[in-house]
């Protein structure tokens, strides 16, 4: 009988998490948000007191004024004194491939939507994200837009030139949306892979490998360059050491002086930055392991991960010491902010799932980490919405609010321009035109606790 009733929950957990989204048939065609706060982002402002009308999933209507009159059956939201913001995005994600379950897939998918994030670009591939991509396309399940790349170019993967213009060729061909690079490709094999690349119509994006270099990646025109990769490392007086966890471990040689060369070159390049500071932090910033075990959004975490987590974060305090992690920390800090302030584009990431980033709650920290480096709220708040739709090329449909565009929009209970940490406190979220209300998508995810 107990294993009949387990069979039974699982099945219902799997229905449940792939049942087809409601941008797919199910719920209203209108919803309307009224009396709401809006934060446009096509540029720093507060609409006060707007009606937005969504209807099959577009922003059909913006008015003044508290109410507006709406066919019988809509769904009234009411957004006096909340704020309503375009979703964000992450663009530094992965989804689960390989041998994990559809339920596992479903989960962090949800998670990402839970925090408000309407787009994700994932950048570690699997043919599994394909499918994925088109079932989220279509409204099938409750998920971001998904763009992806394909399996990663590493040294073991493409340890050849012949095998790396065979990947780039066959992931053109599958359809993946970019090519990712790991650390490990060697110099020839990347230029062959940069070449094919540029004549097949794909980008490229990620790591810079070592044998590469920052000054490469930049002439090759990296779409983007992930963690800051190489920066630190170009900033490094002849003569520093090997370069260790993203020059951790080149404090003392740093020289400063080269940064505003650097930071013309990245600008000349059009490469854009998804720096992924949270994650950095989270390796050498001086919170204790049992502190982070105590964030809120950690209950969502398997133990065992939570204990791997734990073992890395103390390799990194044992190794390094508390003074060497806060340098380079703030150097990374001024990086952003150097880089930003110079006009380099940036685009809003965290790299979750990863050590200590719960998908989707990761990204608020990291919009907390890029207004501690420097950058308005105003500024951390278009990493993700307005800057995501410019990279891609779709201002004309998505990034901002504004009528004709898809409503992938988050309802807020207090203003992010004032404290970014506002974003975080999400009241629904609206997806394709489907509306989740916070009291949904706290059931949604304790069912997947």
Not at 190 to 195: S, V
Not at 298 to 322: G, H, M
Request: charged content about 20%; cysteine-free.
């Amino acid at each position: 009988m107990k294993r009949t009733q387990g069979l039974f929950i699982v099945v219902f957990l799997l229905v449940l998490l792939f049942a087809p989204g409601p941008s797919a048939g199910q719920g209203p065609a209108v919803v309307v948000f009224e009396g709401v706060t809006l934060i446009p982002m096509d540029r720093e402002r507060l609409l006060p007191k707007q009606s937005v009308v969504v209807r099959d999933g577009r922003i059909a209507e913006i008015t003044s004024g508290d109410r507006v009159k709406l066919p019988s059956g809509a769904v009234r939201v009411d957004g006096r004194g909340k704020f309503l913001i375009p979703a964000l995005a992450e663009m530094h994600a992965h989804v689960p491939g390989g041998d994990a379950s559809d339920q596992e897939i479903a989960r962090v998918l949800f998670m990402y939507v839970a925090n408000g994030i309407g787009t994700i670009r994932s950048m570690l591939g699997h043919p599994r994200h394909l499918p994925l991509r088109e079932r989220a396309a279509r409204g099938e399940l409750i998920s971001p837009t998904i763009y992806t790349s394909g399996p990663s170019f590493r040294g073991a993967s493409a340890p050849t030139v012949d095998v790396a213009v065979k990947m780039v060729t066959e992931q053109k061909a599958a359809g993946y949306d970019l090519l990712k690079i790991h650390p490990g490709v060697k110099r020839d094999v990347f230029d062959a892979l940069a070449a094919t690349a540029d004549k097949l119509g794909i980008r490229f994006a990620g790591h810079v490998p070592v044998e590469v270099g920052l000054a490469r990646a930049l002439e090759a025109r990296y779409w983007t360059i992930d963690h800051l990769d190489g920066y630190v490392e170009a900033l490094a007086r002849e003569g520093a050491p090997a370069s260790q966890n993203f020059g951790a471990n080149l404090m003392p040689y740093i020289d400063e002086s080269q940064l505003p060369a650097l930071i013309a070159k990245t600008k000349a390049a059009g490469t854009w930055m998804v720096p992924t500071q949270i994650l950095l932090e989270n390796w050498f910033g001086p919170d204790e392991p049992a502190v982070m075990a105590r964030r809120p959004e950690i209950r969502y975490a398997d133990p065992k991960q939570v204990e791997n987590w734990t073992a890395r974060k103390k390799s990194f305090t044992d190794f390094y010491p508390l003074e060497q992690r806060t340098q380079f920390i703030a150097l990374r800090r001024k990086l952003i902010k150097a880089l930003h302030d110079g006009g380099v584009g940036f685009l809003l990431g965290s790299d979750a799932p990863q050590v200590w980033n719960l998908p989707g709650f990761s990204m608020h920290r990291e919009l907390q980490v890029l207004v501690a480096s420097g950058l308005t709220p105003y500024q951390a708040l278009a990493t993700g919405t307005r800057n995501i739709a410019v990279y891609f090329g779709t201002l004309d449909r998505s990034g901002t609010i504004e009528k004709g565009k898809q409503a992938d929009l988050v309802l807020l209970e207090a203003n992010p321009l004032q404290d970014i940490a506002n974003a975080s406190k999400i009241a629904g979220v609206m997806i394709g035109g489907h509306w989740l209300p916070k009291t949904e998508i706290e059931r949604r995810l304790n069912d997947r606790n």
